[in-house]
């Protein structure tokens, strides 16, 4: 019960404060900012040994493009890494923070985490969260039962597959998977299987361009992050100069104003005490 | 074939719910409540407001309703009774604490979340009065 004396102290977490405001503003006709969607093509394979994760690297709002080179592979821990597709904010913060989450569970058992745990902690999170947090995942890794592909979304339902795709290319990709894909592919094989399915989302979907971006999680080995494996789509280089030269335009009138340095002087400054641990 | 035990299943919480502290004249008290304090908020502004509020005690409830489902009564007991002595420490009510022990018991020590990120009690930019957070807690006001 709230009171001048006795304030409710908020909750930590998220606040609702502002919530009424904004239904108040767009009702007056204000309403909110769109956020920066991914509209993204990301893709996961599982192949001889071990997973291959794929992302094109376009961000967009709306209909312009937001980022034409963003990272949509985020790293969870060392042998699992994470697309995400959706919110870009969503899918870094719920990235970033399952990622700390795995990290003390690693320190509290000591051994490395498996890929069902990252799965479980991301399902709880989106699902407690009711589909708010926008943020569809391919989560991808290799722990001692071999090797996991989940494909995880919004609302907090998991499956768990051989290849996944995920967002709005993913039927593009799909497609290429669905006639390429084996089981046990060898790496080379899985990388190019990977590349034309992110590559069959950058040229047939609006929301997905740019770039590919690949991940290939080794059974034994660190995982390798390739960024840019490919650039897909190549801005135009100007064929030649397009300024004009001086005296294109009459000069009638100039006036040369000298700014007069009227005195120097030079203060040292010295840097803050502070303490480093 | 029911067991007559207790539903692991979370109420909803509703608006009707809702109890206003009264001062002498059936309306809350302006020196107390404020001046804002007549027109109760009405409403839900988000639909996960009420679910965030109540989602770690609605997680206590469900984990001791299946512990009594499962081991007896004499579990969600001893257990309660632990958490109850964590939540009284030796503090007055408007001192800070980092609650470590209630943390460590129920295992919050393990995790980060939102609650650690936004909007932690250091940032605060409100205290209460503390003769008035001292008399609440007593229930003298």
Redesign the interface.
């Known amino acids: 019960?709230?009171?001048?004396?006795?304030?409710e102290?908020?909750?930590?977490?998220?606040?609702?404060e502002n919530?009424?405001r904004n239904?108040f503003l767009a009702q007056k006709g204000f309403p909110a900012p769109k956020a920066t969607k991914t509209g993204t093509t990301i893709v996961g394979i599982i192949y001889a040994d071990g997973v291959i994760l794929g992302a094109d690297t376009r961000a967009t709002e709306n209909t312009v493009v937001s980022d034409k080179n963003c990272q949509k592979i985020h790293y969870l821990a060392a042998n699992m890494y994470c697309c995400g597709a959706g919110t870009a904010a969503d899918t870094e913060m719920t990235t970033q923070?399952v990622a700390?989450?795995l990290e003390?569970?690693r320190l509290?058992t000591g051994r490395t985490v498996p890929v069902e745990t990252a799965s479980t902690l991301l399902k709880r999170?989106l699902f407690?969260?009711?589909g708010?947090i926008g943020a569809a995942l391919v989560l991808g890794g290799v722990d001692r039962t071999g090797p996991h592909i989940y494909c995880i979304y919004p609302h907090g339902s998991v499956d768990k597959l051989p290849y996944a795709t995920m967002g709005s290319g993913s039927l593009a990709a799909m497609a290429v998977f669905e006639s390429g894909w084996k089981p046990n592919l060898s790496e080379e094989e899985g990388k190019k299987l990977v590349r034309d399915a992110i590559a069959a989302g950058i040229f047939n979907d609006l929301g997905s361009g740019s770039n590919v971006d690949l991940c290939v999680i080794r059974n034994s080995g660190p995982a390798q992050y390739l960024r840019t494996y490919e650039e897909a789509n190549i801005k135009g280089k100007k064929q030649g100069s397009y300024r004009y030269p001086l005296g294109t335009t009459a000069v009638l009138k100039q006036r040369v104003i000298p700014l007069d340095v009227e005195s120097v002087s030079i203060h040292p400054v010295q840097p803050m005490e502070v303490e480093t641990h | 074939m029911s067991f007559g035990l207790p539903s692991i299943k979370v109420k909803p919480e509703y608006g009707s719910n809702v109890?206003?502290?009264d001062g002498t004249f059936g309306v809350p008290d302006p020196f107390?409540?404020?001046l804002g304090?007549t027109k109760p908020k009405l409403?839900i502004?988000?639909?996960?407001?009420v679910?965030?509020?109540n989602?770690h005690l609605n997680e206590e409830k469900m984990n001791m309703a299946m512990l009594r489902n499962i081991q007896g009564i004499h579990a969600p007991l001893k257990l309660s009774m632990e958490t109850k002595f964590t939540k009284k420490i030796g503090r007055l009510p408007f001192l800070p604490s980092s609650n470590l022990q209630n943390d460590v018991i129920t295992g919050r020590y393990?995790?980060?979340?939102?609650?650690?990120?936004?909007?932690?009690?250091e940032l605060?930019e409100?205290?209460?009065?503390p003769h008035?957070?001292v008399e609440?807690s007593l229930g003298l006001?």
């Open positions: 019960m709230a009171s001048i004396l006795i304030p102290l908020p909750a930590p977490g998220f606040s609702f919530c009424q239904s923070t700390s989450q003390l569970q509290h999170m407690r969260y009711q708010y | 109890k206003k502290q107390v409540e404020g304090s409403g502004s988000h639909p996960l407001e679910s965030e509020r989602y393990l995790d980060i979340g939102f609650e650690d990120i936004l909007n932690t009690p605060c409100v205290a209460g009065q008035a957070v609440r006001i």
